[in-house]
C-alpha cells in the first residue's frame, strides 16, 4: 500500500481535488507504472494510515493487502 497523489479533477478550483492524496494498493501502483503516457500517479510516498487504508482505485484494504503477501 502507498500513499499517491494523483492527476485528479483539472477543472476543480482547489489543488485538493486537483491533486487528490489517495491510498493506492501496490498492485495499482505497478500497473500504473506500466501505463505510460496514461498514468495517473503524480507522486508516491510512504504508506500513511490518515489517508485511508482503502486502494481508491480497486477498493483493496490494506489489511486484504497484508494478507494476500502473508
Ligand atoms: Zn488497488
Not at 500500500?1 to 478550483?13: I, P, R, S
Not at 501502483?29 to 505510460?36: H, L, P, R, T
Not at 483493496?60 to 502473508?70: F, L, P
Request: charged residues 25%.
Amino acid at each position: 500500500m502507498k500513499t499517491c497523489t494523483v492527476y485528479g479533477d483539472m477543472q476543480a478550483d482547489s489543488a485538493a481535488e486537483q491533486y487528490p492524496t489517495v491510498p493506492l494498493c501496490d498492485d495499482c501502483v505497478s500497473e500504473d507504472s506500466q501505463a505510460g503516457p496514461d498514468h495517473k500517479i503524480v507522486s508516491q510516498q510512504r504508506y500513511n494510515p490518515a489517508f485511508g487504508d482503502t486502494c481508491d482505485w480497486c477498493s483493496k484494504t490494506a489489511a486484504e493487502e497484508a494478507a494476500d503477501k502473508a
